[in-house]
């Protein structure tokens, strides 16, 4: 049939304000997780990975966490900024040892001056 | 460093067609994945290659193919273009570990 366009979760916010992107993953094996942000005409740029063995990782202005009991990810930003505007995506490696990332639909984020 | 370079960067290409997009991965990088992106289904893994080997393999049809040389470049080549092939194709390039870094893609449309 017709394939019709994925309506992206979107998330507006005001400058300044702290930003949570939400991501539901699909498998439970899965060992590894991504934050990627691609923005419009440009290839995903890497933001921050955490391991299966950790529920939380911390980078610059940028904190995920990771709820495997309820396969969960989140993406704060603290501080947002006009050039944060993007659409977001997790990713998972369902692959083990190889590489086979499976990507979330993505979260359109718009930081608002 | 460089990072990963594809080209071309935009093609257009009528359907029947076949059509080859080259993939230069980070120096030092020796696997590299490809990926499909569309409105419709966003991102889609294609394949994934090491060593010239192609380790793991997506969900799509025979006419998608791929390949790696012994400097670590790689190409993907589509065959009897679909209109439903028009998309964004997207290259990764990984070291050790999992961190894989995007080139900017190739847009291909199919008319």
């Known amino acids: 049939g017709e394939s019709v366009g994925l309506h992206l979760p979107t998330l507006s916010v005001q400058e300044g304000d702290n930003s949570i992107i939400n991501c539901a993953y699909s498998?439970?094996?899965?060992?590894?997780f991504i934050w990627y942000k691609q923005e419009s005409g440009k290839g995903p740029q890497f933001i921050i990975d955490?391991?299966?063995?950790?529920d939380k990782r911390q980078g610059q202005r940028v904190t995920v966490l990771l709820n495997k009991t309820v396969k969960h990810l989140s993406l704060q930003i603290a501080a947002t900024q006009p050039g944060d505007s993007a659409v977001y995506f997790c990713?998972?490696?369902?692959?083990?040892?190889?590489?086979?990332?499976?990507f979330g639909k993505g979260t359109l984020l718009t930081v608002n001056p | 460093k460089a990072g990963v370079t594809q080209t071309p960067r935009y093609l257009i290409k009528t359907r029947g067609q076949q059509v080859t997009l080259s993939c230069s991965p980070i120096s030092g990088h020796r696997s590299v994945s490809w990926y499909q992106q569309t409105p419709g289904q966003g991102l889609q893994f294609l394949f994934e290659y090491f060593s010239e080997t192609q380790r793991n393999k997506g969900n799509f049809p025979g006419r998608f193919s791929g390949r790696q040389f012994s400097n670590s470049r790689s190409e993907m080549n589509v065959s009897t273009l679909e209109l439903g092939d028009s998309a964004l194709y997207l290259c990764?390039?990984?070291?050790?570990?999992?961190?894989?870094?995007f080139g900017p893609g190739t847009r291909l449309t199919v008319t």
């Open positions: 955490i391991r299966s063995n950790m």
């Open positions: 990764a390039s990984s070291s050790v570990g999992y961190e894989q870094y």
């Open positions: 498998n439970s094996a899965s060992d590894y």
């Open positions: 990713a998972e490696n369902s692959g083990g040892s190889n590489y086979k990332l499976t």
